[in-house]
């Protein structure tokens, strides 16, 4: 199964949730841990699935050392599935 479109604008969103949890600003509260959601909807679900059997999901993001190293254990530690990361500006990959 390769990827559509569709999975790359599913895993571009779930990419930028990962992104936003990686930024450096300080938390609100040091003591209180987030809440740990797992998704529930059945097509995000076969995209995670799908993700598994290929063991490695291709993502652009900032480049930015902490994102480079955060994102893709993070996303390993979610999913259990390797992240190869480029960074750089979406804008030179959009076409």
Do not use: H
Request: glycine content about 8%.
């Amino acid at each position: 199964m390769g990827l559509t479109r569709r999975r790359v604008l599913v895993l571009g969103l779930a990419t930028t949730g990962l992104l936003a949890a990686c930024q450096s600003a300080a938390p609100a509260s040091p003591t209180a841990a987030p809440a740990r959601t797992q998704p529930t909807e059945p097509a995000w679900e076969a995209l995670v699935k799908a993700a598994q059997v290929e063991n490695t999901v291709v993502l652009r993001g900032p480049p930015t050392g902490a994102v480079r190293t955060n994102v893709p254990k993070a996303f390993k530690e979610a999913f259990g599935i390797d992240v190869q990361y480029t960074g750089g500006s979406s804008a030179a990959v959009v076409t």
